[in-house]
């Protein structure tokens, strides 16, 4: 069993920063891949950006060059940086485990494991 704990959510004014951690037990760690997920207030939760067990990343246009994916072996922890906040990234953030297919990366259905969320809310 795989288990992942998201922290780091918080409330912040637009233009600020706040980073991300799911930290995952319970498995290999470097063999899986790794996506990060945001649920806005009454939409469907959408993949934002993903790390390959390669290290290879992907990212949604809406966050590219101002969040960063990036992992930490050594502590098993996935990063989620995001940097220059906008009030519509407000929502819950889900770190998602699994292994995947490359078009299933930024996909619900790409993922067997998921953490509890956390909250940012951008005001």
């Known amino acids: 069993q795989v288990q992942l704990v998201e922290s780091g959510g918080g409330s912040v004014q637009a233009g600020e920063s706040l980073r991300l951690s799911c930290t995952a037990s319970?498995?290999?760690?470097?063999?899986?891949?790794f996506a990060w997920f945001h649920q806005a207030p009454g939409k469907e939760r959408e993949g934002i950006t993903a790390?390959?067990?390669?290290?290879?990343?992907s990212y949604v246009d809406s966050v590219k060059g101002r969040f960063t994916i990036s992992t930490d072996n050594a502590k098993n922890t996935v990063y989620l940086q995001m940097n220059t906040l906008k009030p519509e990234d407000t929502g819950m953030y889900y770190c998602?485990?699994?292994?995947?297919?490359?078009?299933?990366?930024?996909?619900?259905?790409?993922?067997?494991?998921w953490g509890q969320g956390t909250q940012v809310t951008v005001s």
């Open positions: 790390i390959e067990s390669t290290g290879s990343t």
């Open positions: 319970g498995y290999a760690y470097a063999a899986y891949d």
């Open positions: 998602a485990a699994g292994r995947t297919s490359w078009w299933l990366l930024l996909n619900v259905a790409g993922y067997k494991y």
